[in-house]
């Protein structure tokens, strides 16, 4: 595609669900990020996937999150046992890979707002 | 571990005076430096970037930034405001120690223009 997808836009959740957010990077592009945007938090680093090498999940908050990336392309992002604070922007954005992209712009998908009732 | 500061959470500006969104770094080896823009209900855009040479780095919109390894900061800054400059900057950094490529951002800086 064009840019980068993001589904669902909107997602409203009861506390104790689990969702699956979904990302479709730009055709390409080997690095996939996640960041958490919640008011008043900038935006959260939650996991990056570089290629073939193992993820950075150094950001995830907790075990409740997990990502993959199948394929090198598409990445879900899923909470478990959803909690009211997971509540927030979530944002996947993609770039260039390789150590000739550590100097690329991300490319940012617009999102998905995630409410936890 | 890779971390970036924006010290103020709003930015007021009166349209047609210069303007400074203030930014500093904190890397265990050379930074890659970024300042993104987010537009209300639209999503992050890529405004510039500093790598390697000259301090003084232009982008879009006429925006550019400042590199200055002594003092770590890479602030933002245009030279006459428009009130369509109104948004969220965030500034973004890479360490080039690490292993990673992630790229960590600033909480961000409301910029307010006002006519």
């Known amino acids: 595609g064009a840019g980068v997808s993001q589904s669902p836009s909107n997602k409203v959740t009861e506390k104790g669900k689990d969702v699956e957010l979904r990302c479709d990077p730009i055709?390409?592009?080997?690095?996939l990020y996640w960041y958490r945007q919640s008011l008043g938090q900038g935006l959260e680093f939650l996991i990056y996937?570089?290629?073939?090498?193992?993820?950075?999940k150094s950001g995830l908050p907790s075990d409740r999150f997990s990502a993959e990336r199948t394929g090198g392309s598409v990445s879900t992002l899923t909470i478990q046992r959803t909690q009211q604070e997971d509540s927030a922007v979530y944002l996947c954005?993609?770039?260039?890979?390789?150590?000739?992209?550590?100097?690329?712009?991300?490319?940012f998908g617009s999102g998905t707002q995630l409410s936890v009732l | 571990a890779q971390s970036v500061a924006q010290p103020e959470d709003q930015v007021n500006v009166a349209e047609g005076n210069p303007l400074t969104v203030k930014c500093t770094y904190s890397?265990?080896?050379?930074?890659?430096l970024f300042w993104y823009v987010q537009y209300p209900n639209r999503g992050l855009q890529f405004l510039l970037k500093?790598?390697?040479?000259?301090?003084l780095v232009k982008g879009s919109y006429g925006f550019e930034a400042e590199f200055n390894k002594s003092q770590t900061s890479f602030h933002l800054k245009k030279p006459s405001a428009l009130v369509s400059d109104s948004a969220l900057y965030f500034c973004?950094?890479?360490?080039?120690?690490?292993?990673?490529?992630?790229?960590?951002f600033g909480q961000g800086t409301t910029l307010q223009v006002k006519p």
């Open positions: 954005a993609s770039s260039l890979g390789g150590s000739q992209g550590l100097v690329e712009k991300l490319f």
């Open positions: 055709s390409g592009h080997t690095a």
């Open positions: 996937f570089q290629g073939n090498s193992a993820p950075d």
């Open positions: 890397v265990s080896g050379n930074p890659y």
């Open positions: 500093y790598i390697t040479g000259d301090n």
């Open positions: 973004a950094v890479r360490d080039l120690a690490s292993n990673t490529g992630k790229l960590i």
